[in-house]
């Protein structure tokens, strides 16, 4: 015997439209969505050895070291006006016996310092190579600004004295993560 399901499926389909309810929906409420992406990303890394802060061509001392990286992720308008926050996490291991100041200059595209930060690295020894505490710079407020107007940063390491004996290795490796709010621009 074979039963017609579909005259009970109707009737089931149409309770369950009679009895369910309908919210109001607002759609203006879609105008005030506001994605928040975080995103991070590598922005230094280095290996200096020690014998870098010295020049054997003419037995002199290097006492500063620079180097210089890109940063096209702020090349963007649109990331520049969705920029909220920027956590830069900066990483040393230093077995060299000098303590070092680095400075880290965000330079404009005519070289001009749009914002800037340092720390100082504790001397280590090959034998037990020193590992500070990571140096956070976190920038928001009006310092975004003048970061998004960068487009490179310099990184300056400066030994207080270097000879042709010395030994060991100066690393660095760090990461920025950003902050964004991207909203429906008028």
């Known amino acids: 015997m074979k039963k017609n399901l579909l005259i009970p499926a109707l009737c089931v389909f149409g309770g369950i439209l009679m009895f369910s309810c309908v919210k109001d929906t607002d759609f203006d409420q879609a ?14 890394h280095f290996d200096v050895e020690a014998n870098e802060f010295f020049d054997d061509v003419t037995s ?3 006492l ?8 096209r992720f ?4 649109e990331i520049q006006e969705s920029l909220l926050r920027a956590d830069f996490l900066f990483r040393f291991t230093n077995s060299i016996p000098r303590t070092f100041v ?4 965000f330079l404009s595209e005519q070289n001009e310092i749009t914002y800037m930060t340092s720390t100082t690295v504790p001397a280590g020894t090959v034998e037990s190579p020193a590992t500070p ?28 004295s270097a000879n042709a ?22």
């Open 102 to 105: 680095v400075d880290f200059q």
């Open 74 to 77: 702020l090349d963007d308008t």
């Open 64 to 71: 500063t070291l620079s180097d210089t990286t890109e940063i």
């Open 60 to 62: 002199t001392p290097r």
């Open 31 to 44: 105008e005030d969505v506001a994605a928040t992406p975080i995103v991070e990303l590598n922005l230094i």
């Open 133 to 160: 505490p990571d140096f956070i710079q976190v920038v928001e407020g009006d310092d975004i600004l003048l970061l998004t107007q960068a487009d490179k940063v310099v990184a300056n390491v400066t030994i207080p």
């Open 165 to 186: 004996e010395l030994l060991g290795n100066l690393n660095l490796q760090s990461k920025t993560t950003y902050y964004l709010e991207i909203r429906e621009r008028d």
